[in-house]
């Protein structure tokens, strides 16, 4: 139980582009989801917290127009690169929390380089 | 908020020799405290993790230690393996709907 799929899991684009990560929890409703961006050989970033049906709450120097975050149901949420440039790439991972007392799980991963 | 210390950052054991990892948070408030492990290129998949009514959790191979009036957690695997060759991270968070807070990982090198 407990899994989240995450698409694309590879994208390769040119700077300008805007891009959608899809995150999906497949056997439970995730109340809450949670996006994350990853550089090589580092931890795990929190870019923002979303909530089913309302805004995400983004972190401190992550640019809300940037990455437009949007929680439409309890199973699908999508994080949009917009306008997308060299600097934004990064392994960015979802991970998905069913009740506030259990554990969060992780998609795959979404590998984005912008030429 | 919230802010957790990870050590070391590498680690290399010969196979069958255990591996401890230690971290350290600063909220006192955390109380949930979950280790991930990745594999390169892959996701952080949950190995284990602890609430803070629980000194210490094990889970066969892998087990966790609590301290809250020192504010530290350490895991512990016994006997590895190389598969257990991977980056592991420790996380924190007060539990309901925050976000986990995560150590910056160490890489363990299980040598054959």
């Known amino acids: 139980g407990a899994v989240v799929s995450q698409h694309p899991s590879r994208v390769i684009c040119k700077s300008g582009t805007s891009v959608k990560i899809e995150c999906r929890s497949l056997?439970?409703?995730?109340?809450?989801m949670f996006w994350y961006r990853q550089f090589p050989k580092q931890s795990l970033m929190l870019m923002a917290t979303?909530?089913?049906?309302?805004?995400?709450?983004?972190e401190q120097g992550v640019e809300k127009d940037k990455f437009l975050i949007n929680h439409a149901s309890l199973t699908l949420s999508t994080l949009t690169v917009t306008s997308a440039h060299p600097e934004d790439s990064s392994f960015y991972i979802c991970?998905?929390?069913?009740?506030?007392?259990?554990?969060?799980?992780f998609g795959d991963g979404t590998r984005l380089s912008i030429l | 908020g919230e802010n957790v210390e990870q050590h070391p950052s590498t680690l290399s054991v010969q196979e069958g020799d255990s591996a401890v990892i230690k971290c350290t948070y600063s909220?006192?408030?955390?109380?949930?405290f979950p280790w991930y492990k990745q594999e390169l290129g892959k996701r952080p998949q949950l190995i284990i993790d602890?609430?803070?009514?629980?000194g210490e959790k094990k889970d066969q191979r892998i087990a966790v230690t609590l301290n809250k009036t020192a504010k530290h957690f350490s895991l512990h695997i016994t006997e590895t393996q190389p598969e257990d060759s991977a980056v592991y991270f420790c996380?924190?968070?007060?539990?309901?709907?925050?976000?986990?807070?995560f150590g910056k990982g160490t890489r363990l090198s299980v040598i054959a």
């Open positions: 991970s998905a929390q069913g009740r506030s007392n259990q554990p969060q799980h």
């Open positions: 056997d439970f409703q995730a109340t809450t």
């Open positions: 979303s909530n089913e049906g309302s805004k995400a709450t983004y």
């Open positions: 909220d006192s408030a955390s109380n949930y």
């Open positions: 602890i609430r803070s009514n629980v």
């Open positions: 996380a924190a968070s007060i539990r309901g709907n925050t976000p986990l807070v």
